[in-house]
Protein backbone atom coordinates (compact mmCIF):
# COMPACT_ATOMS: atom_id res chain seq x y z
CA UNK A 1 0.00 0.00 0.00
CA UNK A 2 1.40 3.62 -0.73
CA UNK A 3 1.96 5.88 1.88
CA UNK A 4 -0.62 8.23 2.99
CA UNK A 5 -0.82 12.15 1.53
CA UNK A 6 0.71 14.43 4.67
CA UNK A 7 -2.41 16.82 5.12
CA UNK A 8 0.18 19.79 5.55
CA UNK A 9 2.23 21.45 2.54
CA UNK A 10 5.61 19.99 1.77
CA UNK A 11 6.74 23.10 4.06
CA UNK A 12 8.18 23.56 7.40
CA UNK A 13 4.26 23.25 8.35
CA UNK A 14 0.94 24.67 8.65
CA UNK A 15 1.50 28.79 7.86
CA UNK A 16 0.37 30.80 11.04
CA UNK A 17 -2.85 31.30 9.41
CA UNK A 18 -3.68 28.13 9.02
CA UNK A 19 -2.62 27.01 12.62
CA UNK A 20 -5.39 29.58 13.67
CA UNK A 21 -8.08 28.58 11.50
CA UNK A 22 -7.75 25.32 12.53
CA UNK A 23 -7.70 26.05 16.51
CA UNK A 24 -10.68 28.21 15.43
CA UNK A 25 -12.44 25.30 14.27
CA UNK A 26 -11.68 22.39 17.88
CA UNK A 27 -12.52 25.60 19.98
CA UNK A 28 -15.76 26.09 18.34
CA UNK A 29 -16.88 23.32 20.81
CA UNK A 30 -17.10 26.18 23.10
CA UNK A 31 -19.79 27.93 21.23
CA UNK A 32 -22.28 24.70 22.22
CA UNK A 33 -21.77 25.97 25.70
CA UNK A 34 -23.65 29.00 24.33
CA UNK A 35 -25.60 28.27 22.06
CA UNK A 36 -26.37 24.46 22.13
CA UNK A 37 -25.26 23.66 18.44
CA UNK A 38 -23.21 26.47 17.19
CA UNK A 39 -19.56 24.80 17.29
CA UNK A 40 -20.74 22.16 14.67
CA UNK A 41 -22.00 25.18 12.61
CA UNK A 42 -18.99 27.42 13.12
CA UNK A 43 -16.74 24.24 11.95
CA UNK A 44 -18.44 23.41 9.01
CA UNK A 45 -18.39 26.78 7.91
CA UNK A 46 -14.21 27.23 8.24
CA UNK A 47 -14.39 23.69 6.35
CA UNK A 48 -16.23 25.26 3.13
CA UNK A 49 -14.13 28.38 2.91
CA UNK A 50 -10.46 26.65 3.55
CA UNK A 51 -11.78 23.15 1.78
CA UNK A 52 -9.80 24.66 -1.45
CA UNK A 53 -7.18 26.73 0.43
CA UNK A 54 -5.93 24.44 2.70
CA UNK A 55 -6.08 20.79 3.24
CA UNK A 56 -4.70 21.13 6.46
CA UNK A 57 -7.44 23.75 7.70
CA UNK A 58 -9.51 22.00 5.91
CA UNK A 59 -9.12 18.02 7.99
CA UNK A 60 -9.40 19.75 10.77
CA UNK A 61 -12.47 21.64 10.52
CA UNK A 62 -14.00 18.68 9.31
CA UNK A 63 -12.48 16.56 12.43
CA UNK A 64 -14.01 18.72 14.48
CA UNK A 65 -17.55 19.23 12.56
CA UNK A 66 -17.95 15.38 12.95
CA UNK A 67 -16.73 14.90 16.12
CA UNK A 68 -19.08 17.72 17.61
CA UNK A 69 -21.79 16.32 15.67
CA UNK A 70 -21.42 13.02 17.73
CA UNK A 71 -20.22 14.36 21.29
CA UNK A 72 -22.85 16.83 21.99
CA UNK A 73 -25.96 15.72 19.09
CA UNK A 74 -25.71 12.31 19.13
CA UNK A 75 -24.79 12.00 23.24
CA UNK A 76 -26.64 14.47 24.33
CA UNK A 77 -29.62 12.78 22.80
CA UNK A 78 -28.92 9.66 24.52
CA UNK A 79 -28.39 11.16 27.77
CA UNK A 80 -31.49 12.98 27.50
CA UNK A 81 -33.51 9.66 26.81
CA UNK A 82 -32.04 8.30 29.53
CA UNK A 83 -32.87 10.69 31.93
CA UNK A 84 -36.67 10.81 30.04
CA UNK A 85 -36.73 6.79 31.10
CA UNK A 86 -34.78 7.12 34.27
CA UNK A 87 -36.84 10.08 36.55
CA UNK A 88 -40.62 8.68 35.84
CA UNK A 89 -39.08 5.17 36.53
CA UNK A 90 -38.09 6.24 39.97
CA UNK A 91 -40.47 4.50 41.53
CA UNK A 92 -39.67 1.39 40.30
CA UNK A 93 -35.82 -0.05 41.81
CA UNK A 94 -35.17 0.55 37.49
CA UNK A 95 -34.96 4.11 37.64
CA UNK A 96 -32.50 4.39 39.95
CA UNK A 97 -30.37 2.07 38.52
CA UNK A 98 -30.42 3.82 35.46
CA UNK A 99 -29.55 7.30 37.17
CA UNK A 100 -26.20 6.49 37.51
CA UNK A 101 -26.33 5.60 33.69
CA UNK A 102 -27.77 9.11 32.46
CA UNK A 103 -24.97 10.70 34.96
CA UNK A 104 -22.37 9.09 32.70
CA UNK A 105 -23.99 10.02 29.55
CA UNK A 106 -24.25 13.22 30.96
CA UNK A 107 -20.85 13.85 31.37
CA UNK A 108 -19.54 13.07 27.48
CA UNK A 109 -20.21 16.50 26.06
CA UNK A 110 -18.18 18.10 29.20
CA UNK A 111 -15.51 15.49 27.71
CA UNK A 112 -15.81 16.77 24.41
CA UNK A 113 -15.43 20.12 25.73
CA UNK A 114 -12.22 19.02 27.12
CA UNK A 115 -11.24 17.07 23.73
CA UNK A 116 -11.77 20.21 21.70
CA UNK A 117 -9.57 22.61 23.40
CA UNK A 118 -6.81 19.84 23.07
CA UNK A 119 -7.17 20.02 20.12
CA UNK A 120 -7.26 23.09 19.65
CA UNK A 121 -4.09 23.99 21.37
CA UNK A 122 -2.48 21.14 19.42
CA UNK A 123 -2.95 22.80 15.94
CA UNK A 124 -2.32 26.01 17.08
CA UNK A 125 1.32 24.64 17.28
CA UNK A 126 1.16 23.50 14.33
CA UNK A 127 0.67 19.90 15.25
CA UNK A 128 -1.33 17.18 13.36
CA UNK A 129 -3.74 16.67 15.42
CA UNK A 130 -6.19 13.33 15.37
CA UNK A 131 -9.72 12.78 17.26
CA UNK A 132 -9.38 9.64 18.38
CA UNK A 133 -11.43 6.74 16.08
CA UNK A 134 -12.78 9.89 13.92
CA UNK A 135 -9.43 11.42 12.86
CA UNK A 136 -8.15 8.06 10.63
CA UNK A 137 -11.57 7.92 8.96
CA UNK A 138 -11.73 11.24 8.19
CA UNK A 139 -7.93 11.14 6.77
CA UNK A 140 -8.78 8.03 5.09
CA UNK A 141 -11.51 10.69 2.83
CA UNK A 142 -8.70 12.97 1.91
CA UNK A 143 -6.75 10.47 0.15
Known amino acids: MGEAMPLAGPEAGPSAEERQWAMLAHLSVLLNLVTGLGGP ?13 SRYVAFQALQALI ?3 FAWVVAGM ?3 ALWAVSLPLTAVIIGFCLMPV ?5 LIP ?5 YGVVGGVACSRGEDFRYWLIGDWVAATFT
Open 41 to 53: IAAFLVYLFYRER
Open 67 to 69: FQL
Open 78 to 80: IAA
Open 102 to 106: ACVAS
Open 110 to 114: LGALA
